[in-house]
């Protein structure tokens, strides 16, 4: 990763912390993915070579910006869904200045239902967003989950509450491999196998 765009990540990580620390309305935090779970997540994606990359919950484009430069290096493409228009803008601008709007396509509205239609198959999904409703979205996203396919959720260890849900989903999935990795706020990492264990 070169020096412009390290510098830009920095000044989006500050810019989220800064303004959740002054916001009262969640709606309105970023709720940025953690620097070195971003930081350990890519290089899973890299050395996995995913091409057809899924994130569920864009903000204003931090992940995102990550997931990009995993794509530009893979020859992939992101689809990243956001429900905010104000987020979702934000998001463009800050791709723009990555110099990575290209590798993104940027969906706006409710996830689930999103998810229901989405065409293609993916073989990385990131769950960022409502973790009320992510075991919904995966099981409507299991026929389009590729063997081999990496599927995570973050904030595993900071809210277990809310995505207990979601973790029991994922463990009773007899093909794919899970495990929590304590990085960031707690990332939920599963890997389809493709057989049942």
Known sequence: MDTQLKALLSELETFGKDNDDGQDDRSKKMLNLETDAAEFISILARNGKCQRMLEIGTSNGYSTI???W??????????SIEISADKQAMAEENLKRANLRDKVNLLLGDATGIVK???????????DADRYSAPEQ??????KIEVGALVLADNV???P????????????LDDFDHMVVPVGK???????????N
Not at 70 to 79: D, F, I, L, N
Not at 117 to 127: L, P, R
Request: hydrophobic share 45%; charged share 15%.
């Open 157 to 159: 260890t900071s809210h």
């Open 70 to 79: 995993v794509a530009e290096q893979t020859g992939g493409h992101v689809t």
């Open 66 to 68: 990550w997931w990009a």
């Open 117 to 127: 239609s989405i065409e293609g198959t993916f073989d990385f999904v990131f769950f």
């Open 186 to 196: 707690g990332v939920s990492l599963a890997y389809r196998t493709g057989k049942d």
């Open 161 to 172: 509450e809310q995505i207990a849900g979601y973790l029991e989903a994922i463990n009773a």
């Open 138 to 143: 995966l099981q409507l996203l299991l026929p």
